[in-house]
């Protein structure tokens, strides 16, 4: 009888798969949907650099990218001059921003440990509104200068950034601050950054009620949230705080593991609690910060993003905060190319378009995470 009882423990033994080949088969997924995400994002660049009033097809969109912003065929001059000035400026922003802001919102998240978290719901965005509409109003930066008939640029575009990055880095200071000095719990910090976005709200509306009809203009210009004012000197500013500030998190994703498990195990563990989540939660305000002051307020995009992948992936940082990057370049992508399409030639800002689609996109996720 135990002769014959040995083969049936080594069948269940071979039946039931070891931790190490479980784990491979869980990177071998993850893999696996890193480059379904990645082509997906090849094909929607080719869509989004080829649509617009002036249409392109795949084929003239990579000729025109493989012959660079100055072709020696002519023919392919106006297509160039099209995607290397215009185009490749805006859809590049899409990537950096739209991967800023879901890298951002997984920090957060995974941080205060709520899934509400995220650079809008914490007041960074309207912190930078404020910032912005100060420079506007009170320093005259927003004397609106006609290129087009469509399109307006700022008198003082810098000054309109810098004040904006100082009003969303205040916001996220002061709120460290506030959960710091007092010690609130993950919840309640997120409670006084939905208070403090509300504050700064209303005090946006006060600086615009006095504005001038010019002035009204142009912070309604900023808010709006519009990749067409990115320009390869603006790219390069995201791209450069993109590259600086997101390591941090991504290096201490093991770390983030651990605080998901509560502060007392973190501790036990050798974690330092306070430090991980100041200078975690610094890098995302700072990432959110850079990316609102540049393009204005885009919305959603850091909540929606890391939701939709701890959906498919779980919530293990090491993948989560990637991911979510990736996901967060993918939505902006998508909906800047929407807003582009919708009713050409007019193009709509891309905030709107993601607030319109994200708004019902994370009551869809909700309702099948409660299921």
């Known amino acids: 009888m135990q002769a014959l009882a040995k083969p049936s423990a080594v069948q269940a033994d071979d039946a039931a798969p070891s931790p190490r080949r479980a784990y491979q088969r869980l990177l071998q997924q993850r893999l696996l949907l890193g480059l379904a995400m990645l082509a997906a994002l090849a094909l929607l660049l080719l869509i989004a650099l080829g649509s617009g009033s002036y249409q392109l097809g795949p084929s003239a969109v990579a000729a025109a990218l493989l012959a660079g912003p100055s072709p020696a065929d002519q ?6 001059q099209v995607i290397w000035s215009l185009r490749l400026p805006r859809v590049s922003a899409a990537l950096l921003a739209g991967a800023s802001l879901g890298l951002a ?13 995220s650079p809008f719901t914490l007041g960074i965005s309207q912190g930078a509104a404020l910032g912005a509409t100060c420079a506007i109003v009170l320093f005259d930066a927003g004397a609106l200068h006609a ?23 205040g916001a996220a ?5 506030i959960g710091t000095l007092r010690g609130l719990t993950p919840e309640a910090v997120v409670l006084a950054g939905i208070a403090l976005g509300a504050f700064a709200s209303a005090a946006t ?5 006095f504005a001038s009809d010019t002035q009204a203009a142009a912070t309604l210009f900023w808010t709006f949230g519009d990749l067409g004012r990115a320009g390869w000197s603006e790219v390069a500013w995201l791209a450069a705080a993109l590259v600086a500030i997101g390591v941090w998190p991504l290096r201490a ?4 593991n651990a605080l998901a498990w509560g502060d007392d195990l973190a501790r036990g563990l050798g974690v330092s609690v306070a430090r ?26 850091g909540l929606i993003a890391p ?33 582009r399409v919708l009713i050409a030639p007019v193009m709509l800002p891309v905030g709107a378009v993601t607030a319109l689609l994200g708004a019902p996109l994370l009551l869809v996720l909700l309702l099948r995470q409660r299921r």
Do not use: C, K
């Open 75 to 80: 023919e392919q001059l106006v297509a160039a």
């Open 105 to 117: 919102g997984a920090v957060l998240q995974g941080l205060l440990r709520n899934p509400l978290a």
């Open 147 to 169: 290129v087009g008939t469509e399109a307006m640029t700022l008198q003082a575009p810098m000054s309109v950034v810098g004040l904006a990055l100082a009003g969303g880095l």
């Open 173 to 177: 200071a002061l709120i460290l601050m």
């Open 205 to 209: 509306m006060i600086v615009q009620y």
């Open 253 to 256: 994703a093991w770390h983030y």
């Open 276 to 301: 991980q989540r100041l200078i975690g939660t610094a890098a995302a305000a700072a990432l959110a910060a850079i990316t609102t002051a540049f393009l204005g307020v885009i919305g959603f995009i």
């Open 307 to 339: 939701h939709l992948i701890r959906l498919l992936i779980g919530g293990d940082q090491r993948f989560l905060l990637p991911f979510s990057a990736l996901a967060g370049a993918l939505i902006l992508l998508g909906a800047d190319t929407l807003a």
